[in-house]
């Protein structure tokens, strides 16, 4: 080998950078530290970041709305119940436009338009509806209302009864020189067996105020003609009630009867008629021994289905009677430019305002009452309910109101500051606990932490609804106790997660060099716990703290859901600042009931925490992989 290179040409080789200095290169980018690392990689991920601006955007209006909105989240306002959400510009293209569905409305027939057909339903103001919308269908109905139409009166008899008898409320009039015909339309008779004998009696009276004579008896269905004058040809005019009454062997026998009619000099109209709602309004005479019930079939009711504009008919002119004194004059010197009053030429017992007023007129002033020398007045008068209640002009609830008449979004967010609140203090509690458990087990080992595993798996075995009863009874006649139920359950083993996380990093760490050395030198073991070996082990548990606040507020929403929790009226102080009672839960719970006829109640609250658990999820993963050590420097 040597030979080799002996024989290769020393003239071919020379010294290069002989003559220079050669130094270390400079590096060109600044150190990185671990945090920092970690921010570029939580940056990178542009969908976390985008959902972690979402979470930061919800936490900030939980703060914000409440302060700043000034719409009702507290009063209660009957008059304001159930408006459906109204969106501005939406609203415009008949999409969240503040008006509901109504259907199945029963139709006012005297409202009905020759020209259209349609009646509009009944005891609602035409200016509140959209006319385009508005639809007539007729269904079937039994009830004896004047708006049920057509049908039959059935008469039936009790088990223990072989007649009932019906008495017309209306007098009918018969006269020999018209030669007055009485007519019953028998729709059926309806029997049970063939051997069965059912007829239906007709009796009227032959002087006004006597006795029922029976003028007639049936046993077949059909129009039944009865001359009256044939029975009582010494008789010139009679007037009388009728009575019809079912005799039968069987009492599932019935019949039903479709009119009953007066016809002069066989007239084609009838100068007495009765059927439908008439006919069925005959009261059973209960005089002569029988029982039994007289009901309809196969009417036919008129219904509506319209658009209800909610907004003006909330926020429209309000009657108010015995209206007090004081409020009266309170709102004339708050608005002294447009409460100008003047002479009402309608009406000279009350008075005007100018446009603008909250008061659109005063009817009447109530008699005074007199204490000692000074005397108190009512007035009965006409709001502008949208002025009354604060509003320059009918206002937009874009979330819709709440059972109260409540601003359900000012509400929903109010809602979700609670909810915040209560997972960030549960959590905080839990995460303290679970630290310095999970250290103490994982540092120390052995029979130490055989023990607390052993307490751990006893308590996280304990069912969260024998925790909550036991906490509901123990507590059920303390002020306020739904929040103390609340923080308890939550509370009991909310802490076990972060203490099994916090044990297996100690486990990891406990045995490196530094934490060794530390010891050799004679750090005691609060600073080998606390200085050396959980700052190491901070980034997993921080992304497990973070995301165990979503489980806390899912929690507390089913818990607050079943009606355990916190709740309307049970408002709670911390550091001085009281919060309301409403949860996310509770607003799911007010819902609950009403979700097929108010859906938004339901949906808004879903959605919007649905969206918190998703975001708080997608930022503790991107703070997972942040704080990786094992990711460090990786794209």
């Excluded at 530290?33 to 979402?54: E, H, P, Q, S």
Aim: aromatic residues 12%; contains cysteine; hydrophobic residues 45%.
């Amino acid at each position: 080998m040597s030979r080799q290179f002996d024989s290769i040409d020393k003239s071919k080789f020379e010294f290069v950078q002989v003559d220079k200095k050669i130094y270390d290169k400079k590096f060109e980018t600044k150190p990185i530290g671990y945090f920092k690392d970690a921010m570029i990689r939580f940056g990178k991920n542009k969908t976390n970041v985008f959902a972690t601006l979402i979470l930061f955007g919800i936490i900030a209006m939980s703060i914000l709305v409440p302060i700043f909105s000034p719409k009702n989240a507290e009063v209660l306002e009957e008059r304001l119940a159930f408006l459906p959400p109204r969106i501005p510009v939406l609203e415009n293209w008949g999409i969240f436009d503040g008006t509901i569905k109504r259907d199945d409305q029963v139709v006012d027939l005297s409202t009905i338009d020759p020209e259209t057909g349609l009646g509009l339903p009944r005891d609602v103001p035409q200016q509140y509806i959209v006319m385009d919308s508005l639809e007539n269908y007729e269904v079937s109905c039994t009830i004896r209302e004047a708006t049920c139409t057509g049908g039959q009166a059935v008469m039936r008899l009790d088990a223990d009864s072989t007649h009932v008898g019906v008495i017309s409320n209306n007098f009918l009039q018969f006269s020999k020189p018209f030669r007055s015909i009485l007519k019953i339309d028998i729709y059926e008779f309806v029997e049970r067996d063939e051997a069965d004998q059912t007829v239906l009696n007709v009796y009227i009276t032959s002087t006004f105020g006597g006795a029922y004579e029976l003028i007639g008896t049936f046993d077949a269905a059909g129009v039944q003609e009865i001359d009256i004058f044939e029975l009582y040809p010494a008789a010139f005019f009679i007037t009388s009630k009728i009575k019809l009454e079912l005799e039968s062997t069987n009492s599932r026998n019935t019949v039903a009867i479709s009119s009953v009619e007066v016809y002069n000099n066989n007239q084609t109209a009838a100068v007495f008629s009765e059927s439908g709602f008439t006919l069925a309004s005959y009261v059973i005479d209960s005089t002569d021994g029988g029982s039994g019930r007289y009901v309809r079939q196969n009417g036919t009711q008129l219904m509506s289905s319209y658009r209800y504009k909610a907004y003006d008919a909330a926020f429209g002119p309000r009657t108010v009677l015995a209206f007090s004194q004081e409020e009266y004059n309170a709102i004339l010197a708050a608005n002294p430019e447009t409460c100008v009053q003047s002479a009402d030429p309608d009406n000279p017992l009350g008075w005007v305002f100018e446009e603008g007023c909250p008061i659109i007129k005063v009817i009447r002033q109530n008699s005074g009452v007199q204490v000692g020398e000074v005397w108190y007045f009512s007035y009965n008068l006409v709001l502008d309910y949208a002025r009354y209640m604060g509003y320059e002009s009918v206002p937009y609830f874009i979330f819709g109101t709440s059972a109260a008449g409540k601003d359900l979004f000012k509400l929903i967010w109010i809602a979700m500051r609670t909810s915040l609140l209560v997972g960030v203090i549960v959590s905080f509690i839990n995460i303290s606990f679970g630290i310095v458990y999970g250290a103490v087990s994982g540092y120390y080992g052995g029979t130490i932490d055989l023990l607390m595993e052993r307490f751990t798996e006893i308590v996280g075995r304990i069912p969260w609804l024998v925790t909550l009863s036991i906490a509901v009874a123990l507590l059920s006649g303390v002020q306020g106790a739904g929040i103390y139920v609340l923080i308890i359950v939550l509370v009991i083993s909310g802490w076990i997660g972060i203490a099994g996380i916090t044990r297996t990093q100690f486990y990891r760490y406990k045995g490196r060099e530094y934490v060794l050395a530390s010891r050799t030198l004679g750090a005691s073991d609060g600073r080998l716990i606390f200085r050396h070996i959980l700052p190491n082990a901070i980034g997993t548990i921080i992304t497990a703290s973070i995301l165990s606040i979503p489980y806390v507020i899912f929690s507390e929403s089913t818990i607050s859901y079943l009606g355990f929790g916190i709740g309307h009226g049970t408002n709670f102080t911390i550091f001085g600042i009281t919060f309301s009672g409403v949860s996310l839960g509770v607003l799911l719970a007010d819902g609950r009931d009403k979700l097929l006829n108010f859906p938004y109640l339901t949906v808004f609250p879903a959605v919007l925490i649905s969206i918190l658990m998703i975001t708080f999820n997608m930022f503790g993963n991107a703070l997972r992989d942040a704080f990786n050590p094992a990711l460090r420097g990786a794209e």
